[in-house]
């Protein structure tokens, strides 16, 4: 289908059903996708800064669109949690944006996937669809290129050092689909970045080219130091 067939068939089923802004989940005006309060929000947000990771002797850079606090964080708990599916359009488009503006060139886009059990629970990879809408702003191929090989306590209960040892071998690559590509790699949030960095040393040790990654958000760095152990 394309582009503007794409768009005059979501501004009809808008008029019938009023599209709900992705923050605060009022009603928008048809073709929006976030009210005027949520999108001058949002262009202040749009500032947070990415982040470095060291993985395999090389610097991996990350970019993120937004701190996970407020509204970004309710409106990606709904998409997460809440099956808000339709949510991936929007942060995947301005995920692209900022892949645009702050990373290398990639040849491919992935994901970091979920556990079969998580998957099946959720009914979908958040982070999987973020990924293949920004794929296709871009102009570039999506591929599953990992696989979680097990079921780890979820990241969000653990502390720093602890996140690091729960994923540790947890990734592994899928088929050759990485080598010798110029890989983006895509998670919904991050956090102490160790899930993408284990993400990353798979894709390095499948054959990747070079990796970069982003991230809808990034959770404040106190509030990282303040998550219980158990």
């Not at 599209?19 to 009022?26: E, F, T």
């Not at 958040?126 to 920004?134: F, I, K, P, T, Y």
């Amino acid at each position: 289908m394309n582009r503007k067939l794409e768009k005059a068939l979501r501004f009809c089923a808008d008029l019938l059903f009023p599209p709900r802004c992705v923050l605060c989940d009022g009603i928008v005006a048809p073709g929006a996708s976030v009210c005027e309060a949520c999108a001058a929000q949002l262009e202040r947000a749009e500032k947070t800064p990415g982040v470095n990771l060291r993985v395999c002797g090389q610097n991996i850079p990350c970019a993120v669109l937004y701190p996970y606090e407020g509204r970004v964080r309710d409106s990606i708990l709904r998409f997460k949690f809440g099956g808000r599916r339709q949510y991936a359009e929007f942060y995947g488009e301005r995920l692209a944006r900022a892949v645009r503006r702050e990373l290398p060139p990639a040849g491919l886009v992935t994901a970091v996937p979920l556990s079969e059990r998580r998957r099946r629970e959720r009914g979908y990879n958040q982070s999987e669809l973020v990924a293949r809408r920004a794929a296709a702003v871009l102009g570039l191929p999506y591929a599953a290129c990992l696989k979680k090989a097990a079921d780890n306590r979820p990241q969000h209960l653990l502390g720093r050092e602890e996140r690091a040892r729960n994923v540790r071998g947890v990734y592994r690559p899928l088929g050759g689909c990485a080598a010798g590509k110029q890989v983006l790699l895509i998670d919904d949030i991050v956090t102490t970045g160790a899930t993408l960095a284990a993400c990353c040393e798979a894709l390095l040790a499948g054959g990747a080219a070079s990796v970069a990654c982003a991230a809808v958000a990034r959770t404040p760095e106190e509030r990282v130091e303040k998550q219980p152990a158990m």
